[in-house]
Each structure stands twice: as structure tokens, then as C-alpha cells.
């Protein structure tokens, strides 16, 4: 007996896929902060089951697009499963309680001993550079020196900048701010292919991660402004912010453009 919903899809001469930007994501959608390594395989083979099933490749004369298809979500899946994975480690060094939770007694030598166990490049300029108000208030007008800067490579193909904000009367870290961009086109880079479709999706699960990970340690959001798909320009800024009891913000956003280009920038501070 054939069921009800491959008889559906005969009579559209259509097959069960999923949908990459929607089904997808929904179906790794349950582990909202980081999933063990079991269940990130478990969904791998899951997928992987479902497109070598008979109920996927049942109809000869279109089995060449099924399979196109299901190597476009595959990838796509694959990417998704990286960023789960490198996420996890790299989330936990900016959670970590001396930049996070206890930032007002982070010193910018600590600093400087955190950044080099991660390996990141001290990429500090030589002149000063500020910080806007609409990112960090300062409204005790804190003097700031030129940060100290540091880049790194996230996998599958971020460059994730940190700027830490010090006052120059006692070296105190005020303010850390985070900033990802897409890592340069290699000729390997998973961004190359399918460029924008790719990176637009795993932007937005970072965004998303980094949401869920401050809810999660701050409760829910003070301010929620999404302008992505709610704008008729061809520009968007997407603005979450946090504040705890113990007065710990968190300003998440991102940039973004109809062409596929996207910025995440997290600003961390207490004072």
C-alpha cells in the first residue's frame, strides 16, 4: 500500500525534499544552545537516510534533480553542522567568566594572557579609535584608550575580530565588542559556492545562536528591533540588548544588504 502522502506527491510529480532555508533549520532547530557530538551525527544520518530512501528517488525522470537537490542540502547541512561544532568552543571563550559575568574586574593584561592561549593575532593600530554611544553609552565618562585588537579565523568561515575598551586611569576593561565578518574568497571557501544563499544562512544561525546563548545567561531581551524582511531598503540592521540584575548589557546586531553581505557585532559591559 502506497501512503497517503507519496500518493499526494504522485499526483503532483513531485518528491519529498526539504526545503534548505526552512525545513532545514527546522530540523536542527530543537538544540537551541549546543548539541552533543551523538546527536549532531544523528541528525547527519537522519538526513542521510532520507535522501538515499526509495521514497526520495522513486521517479526515474527526475532523479537527476532530486539528487541535485538533496547535494545542495547536504552541503548546506554540512556548513550548518560546522558552525554547530567550532561554535560551541568559541562561544564558551567569550561566555567565560572573566570576560562575561565579571567583566568589571577584567584588566587589560588578563586580557592580553587570554588572547594569546586562543592564539589570535594582536592586530592593535597605532592610533586611537572610539567607540558610538548608540553601541556603549559610557555615560560615566569613562577615558578609553586605543583597544587592544585581536583577529582570529572561526571555522567554517568567520573573521572574528575582538575590540577591548580600557580606561587609561587603571587599565580596567569597560567594554568588549566582538565583530564577525566572512573570512576573504579562498578557493576552497564554503562561502565561494552559492554564495549568497550560504551566507546568509549561516549568519543567521550564528545570530541566532548568539541570541538563544544570551537569553539563556541574561534573561530576556529589553529591546527586540528587527528590520530584516520588514523594510523596503536594501540595507537592514537586526539590534537585540540585554540587561541582568547586576546591570551586565549586551548589545547583539547585525548588518546586512540584499546582495548577501553580513556583519555580527556583540558589545559586552557593565559601567
Known amino acids: 500500500m502506497v501512503p497517503s502522502y507519496v500518493a499526494a506527491k504522485r499526483k503532483s510529480h513531485d518528491f519529498p525534499v526539504f526545503n534548505v532555508t ?13 548539541p552533543s557530538f551523538n546527536e549532531i551525527m544523528g541528525l547527519l544520518v537522519a538526513w542521510i537516510n532520507r535522501c538515499t530512501s526509495n521514497k526520495v528517488c522513486m521517479y526515474p525522470e527526475r532523479r537527476d ?26 562561544d564558551k571563550d567569550i561566555f567565560q567568566r572573566e570576560t562575561f559575568e565579571d567583566i568589571e574586574l577584567l584588566k ?7 588572547e594569546k592561549k586562543t592564539h589570535s593575532k594582536d592586530i592593535t593600530p597605532d592610533h586611537l579609535i572610539g567607540i558610538g554611544e548608540s553601541i556603549y553609552p559610557n555615560k560615566n565618562n569613562f577615558k578609553l584608550g586605543t583597544p587592544k585588537t585581536f583577529d582570529a579565523k572561526e571555522k567554517p568561515g568567520f573573521q572574528l575580530e575582538s575590540e577591548y575598551f580600557y580606561s587609561t586611569n587603571d587599565s580596567s576593561v569597560k567594554v568588549i565588542l566582538y565583530q564577525w565578518d566572512s573570512l576573504t574568497k579562498k578557493k576552497n571557501d564554503i562561502f565561494k559556492i552559492d554564495n549568497f544563499s550560504n551566507k546568509v544562512i549561516v549568519f543567521q544561525e550564528k545570530f541566532n545562536r548568539l541570541k538563544d546563548r544570551l537569553t539563556k545567561e541574561l534573561g530576556q531581551p ?26 551586565l548589557k549586551a548589545y547583539l546586531f547585525m548588518f546586512g544588504n540584499k546582495n548577501g553581505y553580513r556583519q555580527i557585532r556583540l558589545a559586552i559591559y557593565k559601567n
Not at 526552512?22 to 549546543?34: A, G, K, T, V, Y
Not at 587589560?108 to 587570554?114: A, D, G, H, N, Q
Not at 528590520?227 to 541582568?244: A, L
Open 108 to 114: 587589560i593584561s588578563t586580557v592580553i594572557k587570554l
Open 222 to 247: 529589553i529591546v527586540i528591533d528587527i528590520e530584516q524582511n520588514k523594510t523596503s531598503d536594501s540595507t537592514f540592521r537586526d539590534g537585540i540588548k540585554w540587561e541582568n540584575n547586576r546591570g
Open 22 to 34: 526552512h525545513n532545514c533549520l527546522e530540523f536542527l532547530c530543537p538544540f537551541r544552545i549546543c
Open 65 to 90: 534533480i532530486a539528487n541535485k537537490k538533496h547535494m545542495h542540502t547536504t552541503k548546506i547541512l554540512f556548513i550548518l553542522l560546522s558552525v554547530f561544532l567550532t561554535s560551541c568552543a568559541v
